[in-house]
């Protein structure tokens, strides 16, 4: 089946640093990937649609300036939280709709600010 | 703006028992799909629903799409410890382009 694979899964970084997020189709093209963000025992909140070759779509309230995303191939998105803060720490986790109906999500980036 | 509304929030049920979680819309639905994340881990997709009235069995999952296609059911019978995690529904109103808005997610405990 589809597999998504996303890097890393756990990182700490200290305030003020940049952290990038890799997210890749492994074995199926993906135009467009989804970044989502879940905050503990809450839901996924989508944060911005990766498209291929342009650029992406944030949602509202997602600043872009912090959420770097590029898509620069048919099978890579990336995020990068820029300048990040303790508010950033969050599970991050990106999703691209495979060839069948369901969307496969990677498996997720732990993001701890210190 | 489109929102996906999940009960309950949480369940917690003695192994055996029969549970349910139930997602509704306000406004018609392209398609609804099922998620399940078990603790730690990322959402693997179960199943989507597309038709009015669909009805879908898996194993001991039964998934039903309302007639209006506002709402949808997951319906796990004689659950197993293996069941427990975080079922979410979610909702796709624009078509195949559309983005999925998922709703809160029911955490399922099972007491074996």
């Known amino acids: 089946g589809a597999v998504v694979s996303q890097h890393p899964s756990r990182v700490i970084c200290k305030s003020g640093t940049s952290v990038k997020i890799e997210c890749r189709s492994l074995d199926f093209q993906a135009t467009t990937m989804f970044w989502y963000r879940q905050f503990p025992k809450q839901s996924l909140m989508l944060m911005a649609t990766?498209?291929?070759?342009?650029?992406?779509?944030?949602e509202q309230g997602v600043e872009k300036d912090k959420f770097l995303i590029n898509h620069a191939s048919l099978t890579l998105s990336t995020l990068t939280v820029t300048s990040a803060h303790p508010e950033d720490s969050s599970f991050y986790i990106c999703?691209?709709?495979?060839?069948?109906?369901?969307?496969?999500f990677g498996s997720g980036t732990r993001l701890t600010v210190v | 703006g489109q929102q996906v509304m999940q009960i309950p929030q949480y369940q917690h049920v003695q192994e055996g028992e029969d549970f349910t979680t139930y997602c509704n819309s306000s406004t018609t639905l392209s398609n609804i799909q099922w998620y399940k994340q078990r603790p730690g881990g990322h959402p693997v997709f179960l199943i989507q629903l597309v038709k009015s009235g669909e009805v879908k069995k898996q194993k001991r999952l039964t998934f039903q799409f309302g007639e209006a296609k506002k709402n949808s059911s997951l319906h796990i019978t004689a659950t197993q410890t293996t069941d427990v995690g975080t079922y979410f529904c979610?909702?796709?109103?624009?078509?195949?382009?559309?983005?999925?808005?998922f709703g809160k997610g029911t955490k399922l405990s099972v007491k074996p």
């Open positions: 990766s498209n291929e070759g342009s650029k992406a779509t944030y």
């Open positions: 979610a909702g796709n109103y624009g078509g195949s382009q559309g983005n999925l808005i």
């Open positions: 999703s691209a709709r495979d060839q069948g109906y369901g969307y496969t």
